[in-house]
């Protein structure tokens, strides 16, 4: 079992910066994928970015490429998303989620090829 934790979230100004972590605990992996997405209010949870563990190949949704970049440090089982120029559109809960072993061909934006999933933290960008 893993245990994803996020944190980081917050309230900021249109234009700021956040940093987003999220700490992989329990059994660790080598290889993988960790990704982020985010839920509004009334809103379905969509995909905001990916990363795989093993190359490092990144991959990001249209609406934050630029502006988002996510990493990792597999030494430490954390994931970062930072995330500049905020808009008061990217205001939602942020989750974190891992996949075990997801193929070349695993689309990681979609959330049911996740195995893990964090409690999210709230991020709010205010005009």
């Known amino acids: 079992q893993v245990q994803l934790v996020e944190s980081g979230g917050g309230l900021v100004q249109a234009g700021g910066s956040l940093r987003l972590s999220c700490l992989a605990s329990g059994r660790t992996f080598s290889s993988g994928a960790m990704g982020w997405f985010r839920q509004a209010p009334g809103k379905e949870r969509t995909f905001v970015a990916a990363?795989?563990?093993?190359?490092?190949?990144?991959f990001y949704a249209d609406s934050v490429l630029g502006r988002f970049t996510i990493s990792r440090e597999n030494a430490k089982n954390t994931v970062y998303l930072q995330m500049n120029g905020l808009k008061p559109g990217d205001t939602a809960v942020y989750y974190c989620a891992a996949a075990d072993s997801p193929s070349y061909y695993t689309d990681l934006r979609y959330p049911p090829n996740y195995d893990y999933w964090g409690q999210g933290t709230q991020v709010t960008v205010s005009s």
């Open positions: 990363i795989r563990r093993n190359t490092g190949s990144a």
